[in-house]
């Protein structure tokens, strides 16, 4: 392809547009929106692979918007009435719609890949210690996405040259992604439709649980579908009869019909643990995840310590080691607790900046009365378990009153949370220390079946 003739096409053609409005609109909502994409474990700039998914889901309004200035490319020979003459040239067909499209892939992936880029800048400066080799997948797919959708839009223009092609095009595409998008129902992302259907949008989940990447097979199967999507655009693009216009429809249908061969049946087997990053990295009894192994030289110590108070609190009934939780669970689902581990989950707000003595109090409470329901920022960050945490923390550290583990909000359900805690608090320490210590078993054991009685067990109420 002639260089000089690129760089005239890049200037004067709407194809450098498309790059800049995918570039500066997912930044824009990216970067302009405090989202769940900025909180917890899983925030687009904390892990490699959340900032993969977090970009390819932008495909939900960038991928239509592509086939939408495909459309308004393709439109460009019909509007200039040179249809005509370009085809009596000698140049080959193939050979002039080469350029419209090179120009259009290059912008694309340029703006794609400077928004990749922005985030991966943010990853490496974070503190992510593993590089999944699968992450880069996830964004190639994506560029191939949004080249197939403007060829695609270019070969339907051309093919119907009307000035209501881009925008029933972007509209079609719009409609096709949020008909066949999945949602979160549950452990996994699943749908209404068939999940192999709900596959063929290239559309990503935004990532809720940082150990979670998609399948090989649902990257392989894509690939076929979006190749042969982008095969019957550029066919479109070249077709200069109806019989030729009808036969280009049969690429996209073949990679449709082996992508939902390849494409996994199951929504179980679409979202996937990646094991290599769940692995447990330990120093003696502590244990955090490979992707989160940047945590232990502050954790390990601080776990020892919390795992001594446990064992004087507890005695035989104290748990004997610390590890990061990596069991998937449905949304708001209740977590598997034991009473032999201390649990802990990087996404629960107690823990996020947590250092020193504090983080040794707070990974006590965990170990004396473990919040059966999650707290992660996808489930509210509420309140739950913190008035009971930190009566328990304060008693097993020998406080003297009751120190909250994090400041008590200001709404009246709080206000009577934590006054009722103080009352409990105040019954607990006027007992003889025998049954302090019954009491806090007690508690903990009712934690860990998931029981809703430990204010009341803390206070003498448990029999009311």
């Given at each position: 392809?002639?260089?000089?003739?690129?760089?005239?096409?890049?200037?004067?053609?709407?194809?450098?547009?498309?790059?800049?409005?995918?570039?500066g609109g997912s930044l824009a909502f990216l970067c302009l929106i405090d989202g769940m994409w900025w909180r917890g474990a899983a925030a687009w700039t904390a892990q490699w692979t959340s900032m993969a998914l977090t970009t390819r889901c932008m495909l939900a309004f960038m991928w239509p918007l592509a086939a939408g200035f495909g459309a308004v490319h393709g439109l460009r020979d019909s509007r200039s009435r040179m249809t005509e003459l370009l085809t009596t040239t000698p140049r080959?067909?193939?050979?002039?719609?080469?350029?419209?499209?090179?120009?259009?892939?290059?912008?694309?992936?340029?703006?794609f890949g400077l928004l990749v880029l922005v985030g991966a800048v943010q990853v490496a400066l974070g503190p992510a210690t593993y590089t999944p080799p699968s992450w880069p997948v996830i964004s190639l797919v994506a560029v191939l996405a949004l080249v197939a959708g403007a060829v695609f839009g270019m070969g339907v223009a051309r093919a119907l040259p009307s000035v209501f092609t881009p925008?029933?095009?972007?509209?079609?595409?719009?409609?096709?992604?949020?008909?066949?998008?999945?949602?979160?129902?549950?452990?996994?992302?699943?749908?209404?439709?068939?999940?192999?259907?709900?596959?063929?949008?290239?559309?990503?989940?935004?990532?809720?649980?940082?150990?979670?990447?998609?399948?090989?097979?649902?990257?392989?199967?894509?690939?076929?579908?979006?190749?042969?999507?982008?095969?019957?655009?550029?066919?479109?693009?070249?077709?200069?009869?109806?019989?030729?216009?009808?036969l280009a429809v049969a690429p996209v249908l073949a990679g449709a019909a082996l992508a939902l061969l390849i494409l996994p049946a199951a929504?179980?087997?679409?979202?996937?643990?990646d094991k290599a990053a769940?692995?447990?990295?330990?120093?003696?009894?502590?244990?955090?995840?490979?992707?989160?192994?940047?945590?232990?030289?502050?954790?390990?110590?601080?776990?020892?310590?919390?795992?001594?108070?446990?064992?004087?609190?507890?005695?035989?009934?104290?748990p004997v080691s610390v590890r990061e939780e990596t069991t998937l669970r449905a949304i708001a689902g209740e977590r598997e607790l034991s009473g032999d581990v201390v649990l802990i989950?990087?996404?629960?707000?107690?823990?996020?900046?947590?250092?020193?003595?504090?983080?040794?109090?707070?990974?006590?409470?965990?170990?004396?009365?473990?919040?059966?329901?999650?707290?992660?920022?996808?489930?509210?960050?509420?309140?739950?378990?913190?008035?009971?945490?930190?009566?328990?923390?304060?008693?097993?550290?020998?406080?003297?009153?009751?120190?909250?583990?994090?400041?008590?909000?200001?709404?009246?359900?709080?206000?009577r949370a934590w006054a009722d805690a103080e009352a409990a608090w105040e019954k607990l320490?006027?007992?003889?220390?025998?049954?302090?210590?019954?009491?806090?078993?007690?508690?903990?054991?009712?934690?860990?079946?998931?029981a809703d009685t430990q204010l009341a067990v803390l206070a003498g109420e448990a029999s009311r």
């Open positions: 392809m002639n260089t000089r003739v690129l760089r005239t096409e890049l200037k004067r053609s709407v194809a450098p547009w498309a790059g800049v409005v995918v570039l080959p067909p193939w050979h002039r719609a080469a350029l419209p499209v090179g120009a259009t892939a290059i912008t694309l992936a340029s703006g925008p029933l095009l972007v509209v079609l595409f719009l409609a096709a992604t949020v008909f066949l998008r999945l949602f979160t129902d549950g452990a996994l992302p699943s749908g209404h439709l068939p999940n192999r259907l709900c596959l063929l949008s290239p559309v990503t989940e935004m990532p809720r649980q940082m150990l979670l990447t998609l399948s090989g097979a649902v990257d392989f199967g894509q690939t076929l579908w979006l190749l042969g999507l982008l095969a019957t655009g550029f066919a479109l693009l070249i077709a200069a009869t109806r019989r030729a216009r009808l929504a179980r087997d679409t979202y996937v643990v769940a692995t447990l990295v330990c120093d003696g009894p502590v244990c955090v995840t490979r992707a989160h192994r940047s945590h232990l030289p502050e954790l390990a110590p601080r776990g020892r310590e919390a795992l001594r108070v446990l064992h004087d609190a507890l005695g035989d009934r104290a989950d990087f996404d629960d707000p107690l823990l996020t900046g947590a250092a020193g003595p504090e983080l040794t109090r707070r990974l006590v409470a965990q170990g004396l009365a473990p919040n059966c329901r999650p707290r992660t920022v996808w489930e509210g960050g509420g309140l739950a378990g913190v008035p009971v945490q930190s009566i328990v923390a304060s008693w097993a550290l020998g406080d003297h009153e009751l120190r909250p583990l994090r400041e008590p909000e200001a709404d009246e359900y709080a206000r320490t006027a007992l003889p220390p025998a049954e302090q210590r019954s009491r806090i078993a007690q508690v903990h054991g009712a934690a860990l079946s998931c």
